[in-house]
């Protein structure tokens, strides 16, 4: 599983520490990477969103500081642990998961969870 603690809102809130949950479901993370992305890079990594109204919010408010990214490897990581993070739609997000509990305004996510070991790899690939 590929996660991107990203926007600078996780960053600025210093949420990158809370890993733990993954750590304790006895997953290993085996790599991590602290980056600054470039407008080209988000809009390569949100191609798939480029038609959508939020396109350029998101690739501005990508931009306004650095991420993390982090790959976990562990026994059905990525999907328990889309599961952990609460779905990707606020409406969605429930108490006692990442996103339920860390995520303080829509419309500034705080971590993603890839769908896919293709999007994960993708990603990577960035």
């Known amino acids: ?26 997953f290993c993370l085996i790599a991590m990477k602290l980056i600054q992305a470039s407008e080209d890079l988000l809009k390569e990594h949100y191609i798939d969103l480029k038609d ?36 990707a739609k606020p409406m969605d997000f429930r108490p006692g998961t990442i996103h339920g509990d860390f995520c303080i305004q829509v419309g500034r996510n705080i971590i993603h969870g890839n769908d896919s070991v293709e999007s994960a790899e993708k990603e990577m690939g960035l």
Do not use: D, Y
């Open 1 to 26: 599983m590929h996660l991107h603690c990203h926007q600078a809102h996780g960053m600025q809130c210093n949420f990158v520490g809370e890993i733990k949950p993954f750590e304790q479901k006895g």
């Open 52 to 87: 959508r109204p939020f396109f350029a919010s998101l690739v501005k408010s990508m931009q306004s500081g650095p991420g993390v990214s982090m790959v976990w490897e562990g026994l059905k990581v990525m999907k328990t642990g889309r599961v952990m993070l609460s779905g």
